[in-house]
């Protein structure tokens, strides 16, 4: 009895799950594996290997590659900070880098326009010192500089959260056997983190990889990335086929990349032991 | 706007699967109702018209708003709800009327449809051959907006988009027929060539351009252009007079090699259900007061000639609005293109923005 009524109590969310999670994916595969008139074919999968294609998905993985690598950087060394803050101070400044995330992302993309032009905020500050002005707007750089803003916090809470778990007493033990910190760091706390980078890792590269929003406002549609492509085919091109056979090579490469991150997650584990 | 775009476009995925379902109930209970259903773009009428619509007629308006034709068409294809009046632009309607979804509209009852301008019919022609299934709501052009504290010389050919000197300041138009209108113009060709030869030089001509594009944008180049950012933006007539409103030093051409004149029409889809009420819309909306409610909220051209009658002379002699004659003879239409070649326009677009 007790454990049917359990069973009740997901049935909102496997509402949610089949409508919103199920049947989309299901459509995605049927759309990519078909064809116009309806037989399956696997060309729209193949048709990553068209230069244009293969060039988007390229960039994309640059780009997402250089959001997480620049995240990491800002992210590890503030996370190791916090993590040996007192607990309220650490509290406040991890509030901080939460805040902005509850206000809406496009939001949030639109005042970093504003923040970035030519003629905007941050040219005007530089400006008053007689620097610039900097043609930041509608770049690459734009674009890295709006993805970081936007993923940053993926990186740093759940590095944070694993340095925050690290037990104490370990750290104590390696000076008591004659560590200096710089030992400690590299054979205690850096082993003892990697499982948060590597979600972090996770965290960032995985929607970057997708994200073509933040390439159209801040780069300026310069840049086409995978995600530009499979928008374009939906709503421009109306080949929902092409779109979703794209789509579908994006989540094996997203896949591929979660196996191997979970591969060396393991290893990180191991080091855990030693 | 494009980000509503955008937004949409997520949103999409979601509503094909409740779409059927939702949607279906909606139009039931809109087919006993006195109701219209009307689909157009946003921020794109006077939405008192509607109220003084609906108390004149009793006919209730179900007002709904879309971003692109494109937009448009996915959704009206969708069947989720059986919009009764679509206003949409030139070559969607073309296309529209080409693959069999348009009903023709009966004009001939309505009071007021003498008071749009023959000109602009005859315009209209060259997508709806005998003006049988659109009405034209609003016209404009598509020229370049500069800026004129940047921009030191006059402006009056579209030669001046692949001047190194403003590398990096220029804008283009971020949708695919409008960027290739501008080489298309200037090498003399029209801009509804199929002709591959020429598409692939239009197309090696924006290649050379790109590296002196600071961006592609389709709304926000307004702002860029009202912010001092960009030195100028291939843009449409309306958004460059926003523009100019909101900044002086701002002025708008529609360049010497001709260019797009574009028209956003009233049209009727057959899965229509309240075909009559739809007209009485279309014939209200010809109504000389409510015309000019609707240019002094949208501040288009309108194609009516009663309307434009009772602008003040400045309105009437203002060339962004309204183009000189001459100018205006070297404009096209757009036409639909046929779906392969379409595909192939598309095909250029991306490898363009691969680049």
Known sequence: MNTNKRKLLTGPYLVWAVGFIIL??????????????????????LAIADPIHAKALWESVLIALGSTLISLVIAYPLAYILSNMGGNKSGTIIMLFMLPMWINFLLRIMALQMILANTGILNAILGFFGIGPLHIMYSKTAILIGMVYE???????????????????????????????KTVFMHVIMPLSLPGVLSGIIMVFIPGISEFVIADILGGSKVL?????????????????????????????????????????????????? | MKKYAILAAAMAACLTVTGCGAGQNESAAAEDDNTLIVFNYGDYIERSVLDMFEEETGIKVKYEEYVTPEDMYTKYQSGAINYDLI???????????????????????????DNLDPTYLDFCKSFDPNNEYAVPYF?????????????????????????????DQLIMENSMRDAFIVPLKLMGASINTVDKNELLEA??????????????????????????????????????????DANEDLDYCVPKEGSNIWFDCWM????????????????????????????????????????????????KEDYTIFPDEETLSKCEVYKYLGEEDERYYNQLWKELKSY
């Open chain 1, 24 to 45: 989309p994916l299901l459509m995605i595969l049927y759309y990519g594996l078909t064809n116009d008139s309806g037989s399956f074919t696997l060309d729209n999968l």
């Open chain 2, 87 to 113: 206003c949409t632009s030139d070559y969607m309607i073309e296309k529209m009327i080409l693959a069999g979804e348009l009903q023709k509209i009966d004009t001939s009852s309505m009071e007021n449809y």
């Open chain 1, 225 to 274: 990335l995978i995600g530009n492509v499979i928008d374009q085919e939906f709503s421009l091109t109306n080949n929902w086929h092409l779109g979703s056979g794209l789509s579908i090579v994006l989540m094996i490469f997203i896949f591929i990349s979660m196996a191997i991150m979970n591969k060396y997650d393991k290893s990180g584990e191991g080091q855990m032991i030693w």
């Open chain 2, 139 to 167: 016209w404009g052009t598509v020229g370049i907006c500069y800026n004129t504290e940047m921009v030191g010389e006059e402006v009056d050919s579209w030669e001046i988009l692949w001047d190194e000197n403003y590398s």
């Open chain 2, 203 to 244: 197309q090696q001509m924006l290649f050379d351009q790109k590296k002196l594009v600071m961006a592609y944008l389709v709304d926000e180049s307004r702002d860029a252009m009202i912010s001092g950012d960009a030195a100028m933006a291939v843009i449409y007539s309306g958004d460059a007079t926003a523009a100019m």
């Open chain 1, 151 to 181: 993923y940053l916090p993926f990186m740093i809470l759940p590095i944070y959260n694993v340095m925050c778990k690290i037990d104490r007493n370990v750290i104590d033990a390696a000076r008591d056997l004659g560590a200096d910190t």
């Open chain 2, 268 to 315: 009727i889809p057959k899965t229509a259900k309240h075909k009559e009420a739809a007209e009485k819309f279309i014939d209200f909306m010809n109504r000389v007061d409510v015309g000019l409610m609707n240019f002094d909220y949208i501040y288009y051209a309108t194609p009516n000639q009663a309307v434009y009658e009772e602008l003040d002379d400045e309105t």
